[in-house]
């Protein structure tokens, strides 16, 4: 079979990178993406190879992620067309939904995000098949137009997949770490559209810096301009790290983790790291990690210094052991993919 494969962000490179190299046994694969600095510098560190760029990542304007689709549905068309898939597999693809559905090809949707919901809006009703956790009620997105019988659910989280792969050790001392205590702290995306509200960064980093000053206090940013903002707002003290960081590599060395309740939260979580949310953008498998008692939630900077203060104590070995078996009560997506895969793709009977 001929699949072609959309990845359009960084998640999605940690996600795909192992489905890919078990696809490409059996299958001819194509692998898309877009010109975006957290998913190049990702896909390097990970030698995911395989990808073929196709125009830039839009950024925050309407004007401009609109001319980066029409841009780069175009290029896609003519990539895609020649190479002539049998399916399309993407993850919130307005970009790859569009074009296979124009030229006819049978897709498979990934999706843990019905808050994104212009995302949700382009891409659902053209899918013949949406993967979706468990923990998201499949009425989330039957609204959106697909059938509930065409929503499959499994038995995990995106990050689980992510933490499963893991990564290659790298020591303490590559990230520039003293023996201190270490804080990491990850903003929150506010070039998504699903992004409304104003971020709280500064101010909740004030108050880490201000508490906390016997720890190493690290910002992990997204986009040039935060790291930029970020190293004149906080000239001193605060470590910005302004290269590509991968998470797996770096989190084994974080004595409490600060996230938005995106993937990485949910990683770190899984991972067994303290780790306070400050659910940034509410999301259902954020409440499947705050219910299951492997992270806090915190919204408030007062809050997330006292969430702070408190797992900087906290019992790793009971962290860990939960962690664990959370993790390992989780299935495999890419095997549900895969029979989904040949239910929607055997031929008819005569045909």
Known sequence: MRIWIDIRTPKQVLFFHSLVRRLGQEHTVLCTSRWYRELVGLAKLRGFDELEMFANYGGASLRGKLDAAITRMAMLTERVASFGPDLAISHGSPDATRVAFGLGIRQIGFSDAPHATVVGRLCVPLLDRLLTPWVIPKPAFSCRGIPEEHIIHY??????????????????????LSGRPTVLFRTVEDKAAYVTGPSQSDAILTRLLDAFSNCNILVLPRYEDQIES????????????????DAQQLLPHVDVFVGSGGTMTAEA???????????????????????????????????????????????????????????DAMEDPFDVLLKVMDDLCEPSVGG
């Open 230 to 245: 970020l190293r004149s707002a906080f000239p001193r003290d605060l470590v910005v790290l302004g290269d590509v960081i």
């Open 269 to 327: 979580a899984l991972m067994g790291v303290p780790t306070v949310s400050y659910d940034g953008v509410p999301n259902y498998y954020e409440q499947y990690i705050v219910r299951e008692n492997l992270a806090r939630r915190a919204r408030e900077p007062e809050a997330i210094e006292c969430a702070v203060r408190d797992l900087l104590s906290a019992d790793r070995p009971t962290l860990l052991r939960r962690a664990r078996q959370s993790l």
């Open 155 to 176: 038995r995990a989280i995106d990050a689980a997949v992510i933490v499963r792969a893991g990564a290659d050790a790298v020591p303490r001392s590559a990230f520039g």
